[in-house]
Structure formats: structure tokens, C-alpha cells
């Protein structure tokens, strides 16, 4: 993540997070993904009620992730997000998510990915993202076509 337009989201990792080996069962980064994506849309772009208040969702039509290390039940993890390309049609976001161990060293890498997502109606037709939802989105960009 190269960008200065980082969004950091604090986790607590949850009991219910964790699989019978008491690390974060992979599915669950997904999950991780979503809070900081969505925690980055309330407080930089809108919220998401107020997204599909516009006639449009952003659902994930891809995405990857590469484990480094596990996370377990009770882990203070971060999630950084940011916006990593944006189109009329499309934005990617790109995740890393890192456990501190309070050592005062460089957190620890657990996670790394991204989810790209589509600009659909509710009825799933292709649309453009809304010129107000660009504006804002296209301010901390890593890339766009827009220009």
C-alpha cells in the first residue's frame, strides 16, 4: 500500500472468529475486509444505507487474499484500506491486515488482499457509479481512468 489516503479500522478478534485450532478461520478475513471497506465508505465517501438510498449497491465480484501469519481469539488486529483504482463502473480496495504485540516493533503482517466490486442496481443491471460517489472516491485513488 503505497498510498497516503490509508484508512485504519481496529478489530478485537471474537471467540466466534475462531476455529477449532483457535486461529481466525480464513473466511473470516473476508469479513475483516468488509469492516474496514465499510468503515472507510461511512467516514471518507457515505455510508452504504445511504449508497443504496441512490439506486445503487457494490457488490464483490472478486477477490483474493494472501495468509502470512494467523490471528487469534482476542487479537487487537488493524485493517488498512484504501481505495486502489476506481472507474465509472468499478472500484478495487486493497486490504493488509496486522497484529501489534505491544513490543513497540512494525505490527506483524497477518493478511493481504483486495475485493473489486461493480456498480449494480438492485435489480443486478450494470450502472455508473453516482458523479457524487466519483468526486469524493476519486480524491484518495490510488488509481483511476477518470482523469
Not at 488486529?77 to 468499478?90: G, P
Not at 516493533?105 to 455508473?128: E, F, I, N, Q, W
Request: hydrophobic share 40%.
Amino acid at each position: 500500500m503505497a498510498s497516503k489516503h490509508i484508512h485504519h479500522t481496529t478489530i478485537r478478534v471474537l471467540y466466534g472468529d475462531t476455529d477449532a485450532g483457535g486461529v481466525v478461520y480464513n473466511a473470516n478475513y473476508l469479513r475483516f475486509f468488509e469492516r474496514g471497506r465499510t468503515e472507510l465508505m461511512r467516514e471518507w465517501v457515505l455510508p452504504y444505507r445511504e449508497i443504496e438510498k441512490l439506486g445503487f449497491i457494490l457488490p464483490v465480484t472478486e477477490c483474493w487474499s494472501r495468509f502470512k501469519a494467523p490471528a487469534y481469539y482476542d487479537d487487537l488486529i488493524i485493517v488498512e484500506t484504501e481505495v486502489a483504482e476506481l472507474s465509472r463502473l468499478k472500484c478495487k480496495f486493497s486490504y493488509r491486515i496486522m497484529r501489534e504485540d505491544g513490543s513497540g516493533k512494525k505490527p506483524r503482517l497477518l493478511v493481504k488482499g483486495y475485493s473489486v466490486h461493480a456498480a449494480v442496481t438492485p435489480a443486478g443491471k450494470l450502472t455508473r457509479l453516482p458523479e457524487e460517489i466519483i468526486q469524493k472516491m476519486s480524491q484518495f485513488a490510488v488509481e483511476s481512468d477518470l482523469k
